[in-house]
């Protein structure tokens, strides 16, 4: 790693589970769904975010998640990713898939370019630096030299999403990912999310929104938070119920 790179090395969130194999978070090669969190509950002082929420997610399954804002769709997201825990209940997802998580912030530092983010990246991850071919699959390589925090909005969505893709991950948990992203860019990602989770990969997706105008059409089944617990599940409610319902919710 770089001289320059190391001082960062510490403090980039990883896209691995920090508490794999806890009491908490346990990975198993044989489960019946790629993710499965039971009885899961989380306070924060006296605030209440989940109440024993129970979610299974089966392997190729591009689900939504919905919620009002508060509604813990984020404290949720770190839970399955391992990056906190939980105050009871368990998670557990099957040993083999690769964990990529983007949260609501970029994963990445602004400070450093694209290339210096995905060379930290990698040598935290044991992974060779990607190369040529997969910046120009993110339409990136022409600005890779330049800060993120010089480029556009638009533009460091794109390259943080980069730099959460370059180990090839097949879990993946996103908060928000389509913000500041044209409709160009938004089809472009969701068709390397189905990619990376479908056929023999075997993997899923359950990403956090508020874009569902522009996200639906791509989703196998859409989640609704509320009150802590999964108010509402289109495996057996059926889409349109669920999002009259989140519509309805937030008029």
Known sequence: MAAPLRRYSS????????LENSRYFMSATTIENALSARSVSKRFRRLEVLRELNLEIGSGELVLLLGANGAGKTTLLR?????????SGEVQKISRLALGYQGHAPQA???????????????????????????????????????????????????ALAVTFAHDPNCLLLDEPSASLDDRSVI?????????IGGVRG?????????????????????LLESGKV????????????????REGNR
């Open 109 to 159: 530092y602004l400070g450093l370019s694209l290339l210096e983010n995905l060379q930290l990246a990698a040598a935290l991850l044991g992974i060779a630096t990607p190369e040529k071919d997969y910046l120009d699959s993110w339409e990136l390589y022409d600005r890779r030299a330049a800060a993120l925090q010089e480029l556009s909005k638009g533009l460091q969505s794109r390259a």
């Open 203 to 223: 993997g899923f997706a359950l990403v956090a929104t508020h874009d569902l105008n522009r996200l639906l059409p791509f989703a196998d089944r859409v989640l």
């Open 79 to 87: 839970i399955l990713s391992g990056l906190a825990r939980p105050d």
């Open 188 to 196: 472009s990602l969701f068709a390397r999310i189905k990619q990376s």
């Open 231 to 246: 108010a509402a599940d289109s495996k057996s409610s059926g889409i349109e119920n669920v999002v009259a319902r989140y």
């Open 11 to 18: 403090l980039l969130p990883r896209p691995v589970s920090l």
